[in-house]
């Protein structure tokens, strides 16, 4: 495997949406396990993160990722934040204070 020398590592956690939609560019299909997740933050310490996915709010899973790798915004299409209200609670303890 070579040896990654960039700045930036951008992670696309999840390819499950809950829209579908017939524009969507994503090709893939896959979703990270936490395992994998947490060996590839581990290994890419001192590497800026970031993290996103088609929809990661369908995941809880995936919101203590956002708190470790510092970033405190989530791409979302509100839909999950329209059908739980208290997800603003998780989001918040886990460092989540902007949504695009």
């Known amino acids: 495997m070579e040896k ?43 590497k800026k993160i970031s993290l996103n996915g088609t929809e990661p709010l369908m995941f809880p899973q995936y919101l203590k990722y956002f708190k470790q790798v510092g970033q405190d915004f989530v791409y979302t299409n509100s839909k999950m934040i329209l059908s739980d209200p208290q997800i603003f609670e998780k989001l918040k303890q886990n460092g989540i204070t902007k949504f695009h």
Do not use: P
């Not at 020398?5 to 979703?31: A, E, P, Q, R, V």
């Not at 936490?34 to 290994?43: A, F, G, P, R, V």
């Open 4 to 46: 990654y020398t960039g700045d930036i590592l951008n992670i696309m956690l999840c390819s499950t949406c809950n829209t579908n939609c017939k524009h969507c560019y994503i090709s893939y299909k896959n979703n990270f396990d936490e395992k994998t997740l947490d060996e590839i933050i581990s290994n890419f310490k001192g």
